[in-house]
T-cell receptor, first 115, second 112 residues
């Protein structure tokens, strides 16, 4: 079974639009961690955020915000007022104790921001 | 501070050839990982190590081998290259489990 599902394969927006990237996860652990990574066209993977299962508080960092909802097993990522530099592949990932705390990645969402 | 360094950046192999992908980190991290990235598939874990002398298989280990003789180095060996191993390979490290990983810049491997 897919542990991390990113149903949106590709999203295209125009600059300054808000965009939300969805992430749904599956786990039976009570303690787990969720992550978002960004992969710009240059190819490197950049760590954005880590959230543990006991902290459902939403987080905001500049134009980025994350909404963690255990009730729906979702950890969605919103970019406000998108910019061309936000164009990248975004990966959601899960780490759980029963899998030795190793990261399991979703398939990724390609975000294209047009000027 | 170089972080995680991978070499080479690009390589073309013929079927049946072997090669080693190098990975070195200078952050004194105990945990190191090898992932492969295929289009539309996300990243799949090949092998990982929790410290020098300790390695274990990930989700897709077939066709690969690793060693971890030092904390800094975690090379990935392909013994008999096959077209199915055409991929982008990423090495990563972290200081503690469940912390964010630091990734290398990747190795793009093509097997023809």
């Amino acid at each position: 079974a897919q542990k991390v599902t990113q149903a949106q394969t590709e999203i295209s927006v125009v600059e300054k639009e808000d965009v939300t990237l969805d992430c749904v996860y599956e786990t039976r652990d009570t303690t787990y961690y969720l992550f978002w990574y960004k992969q710009p066209p240059s190819g490197e993977l950049v760590f954005l955020i880590r959230r543990n299962s006991f902290d459902e508080q939403n987080e905001i960092s500049g134009r980025y915000s994350w909404n963690f909802q255990k009730s729906t097993s979702s950890f969605n990522f919103t970019i406000t007022a998108s910019q061309v530099v936000d164009s990248a592949v975004y990966f959601c990932a899960l780490s759980e104790v029963t899998y030795g705390n190793k990261l399991v990645f979703g398939a990724g969402t390609i975000l294209r921001v047009k000027s | 501070n170089a972080g995680v360094t991978q070499t080479p950046k690009f390589r073309i192999l013929k079927i049946g050839q072997s090669m080693t992908l190098q990975c070195t980190q200078d952050m004194n991290h105990n945990y190191m990982y090898w992932y492969r990235q295929d289009p539309g598939m996300g990243l799949k874990l090949i092998y990982y190590s929790v410290g020098a002398g300790i390695t274990d298989k990930g989700e897709v280990p077939n066709g690969y081998n690793v060693s971890r003789s030092t904390t800094e180095d975690f090379p990935l060996r392909l013994e008999l290259a096959a077209p199915s191993q055409t991929s982008v390979y990423f090495c990563a490290s972290t200081q503690q489990e469940n912390y964010g990983y630091t990734f290398g810049s990747g190795t793009r491997l093509t097997v023809v």
